[in-house]
């Protein structure tokens, strides 16, 4: 016999139901232990109001003569603990005669390729936009990523996809301007690659916060190359088109780099061209260092602390010479000798 549907409902939760199917024998050989940060993460969305029907599943497989839960371990155990008034809940039971259709019937919930992308998460937010109708997905995507980076720092990506794409909303003036550099460029497209990065739109945001008018003449020089052979826009456009993301398998000729690295040089070269400053600034990239703040081109200072999250330093021991290991060790047996008289 295959794995058949014998019932599906929805009716009110109650305490008893609750219990059951937090109780429940869990799928063999094992199921997935139960997880604070998930538990966290309903919890908040049941008291704000966007929770949504909780779906629990149950097989009953001839082979073990008993039920074994499926899904809603988690929700379950919440409820236990405290009951929403009016809350409902979506009961499927099932049948199934061995342990490997239940193994193959508790894959197909909550499957990863069933669910949505942040990609069509952003389309979606952005289409609330009219003025962002025209834009390309590419940018929209490109966006999120960037000014999320900017925001968040290294801890952008543990951030919700729902979350990241909210910033679409409170920054349409943004993405036009973005749009404009790069969709709007009509010259050599293989000019505008390396500028749909997350690290390059990261630093894009940034100064285009401090002055919108300095920002579009540094990135079309950045774009173009069309700023004098010193100026550290030609650095910096001439590394961004040698290298590549570490997400991607680098060839030979190209240098793999993340996303930090892509900011820090980005926001170097700016800080250069604000202050005076010649090319090789725009090399001077330590990864062990603080993120470098913007600076403003018309203060000469920087406005905007980018660093929120300092990268942790690892702590190197010092290694002692033979001269002065011996006299550590006389200092302490001296001091221990003094105790013992004492």
Same mark, same amino acid.
């Given at each position: ?27 063999? &050989? ?5 997880? $604070? ?23 009953? /497989? ?17 409820? /236990?603990? $405290?009951? &929403? @008034? ?7 039971? =099932? %049948?199934? *005669? ?11 919930? *909550? ?8 990609? %069509? ?26 000014? #999320? ?7 952008? #990506? #543990? ?5 990241? /794409? ?16 790069? !969709? ?15 690290? +390059? ?16 003449? =540094? ?10 052979? !010193?100026?550290?826009?030609? *650095? ?37 061209? /604000? ?17 470098? @703040? +913007? +600076?403003? &081109? ?8 980018? %660093?929120? =999250?300092?990268? &942790?330093? $690892?702590?190197?021991?010092? $290694? ?23």
């Amino acid at each position: 016999m295959a794995t058949k549907l014998v019932s599906a409902k929805t009716e009110r939760i109650t305490t008893a139901l609750a219990k059951k199917f937090r109780d429940m024998q869990p799928t063999p &050989p094992r199921d997935r232990p139960l997880g $604070k940060g998930r538990i966290n993460f309903l919890k908040n969305e049941i008291d704000a109001n966007r929770f949504r029907l909780p779906v629990w599943a149950a097989v009953y /497989c001839i082979a073990t003569e008993c039920f074994h839960r499926l899904n809603g371990q988690h929700t379950s155990t919440i409820f /236990c603990e $405290k009951m &929403p @008034a009016g809350q409902l809940v979506h009961v499927e039971y =099932f %049948e199934c *005669d061995t342990v490997d259709e239940i193994a193959e019937l508790y894959s197909t919930f *909550d499957h990863t390729n069933g669910s949505r992308k942040p990609s %069509e998460l952003n389309q979606i937010v952005a289409g609330t936009r009219p003025v962002l109708r025209d834009v390309p997905a590419a940018t929209i995507n490109n966006s999120v990523t960037g000014i #999320s980076y900017a925001i968040w720092n290294d801890h952008f #990506s #543990s951030q919700m996809a729902s979350k990241r /794409c909210a910033v679409i909303q409170e920054n349409v003036k943004f993405i036009l301007w973005l749009n404009n550099i790069l !969709d709007g460029y009509k010259g050599v497209r293989n000019f505008v690659k390396p500028l749909r990065r997350g690290g +390059v739109v990261a630093a894009m945001y940034k100064t285009w916060q401090e002055c919108p008018d300095t920002a579009t003449a =540094f990135w079309r020089n950045i774009r173009d190359e069309s700023a004098p052979s !010193d100026d550290p826009t030609r *650095d910096l456009a001439r590394w961004l088109r040698g290298s590549r993301c570490r997400e991607y398998i680098p060839s030979s000729k190209y240098t793999a780099v993340g996303i930090r690295e892509l900011y820090c040089r980005s926001i170097l070269a700016w800080n250069a061209v /604000c202050l005076g400053g010649i090319a090789t600034d725009v090399l001077r990239y330590d990864p062990r260092a603080k993120i470098p @703040a +913007v +600076v403003n &081109p018309k203060t000469k200072k920087p406005r905007l602390i980018c %660093e929120r =999250f300092p990268v &942790p330093q $690892k702590k190197t021991k010092v $290694k002692m010479s033979k001269l002065r290991m011996a006299a550590h060790k006389t200092v302490r047996s001296s001091g221990s000798s003094r105790q013992a008289g004492r």
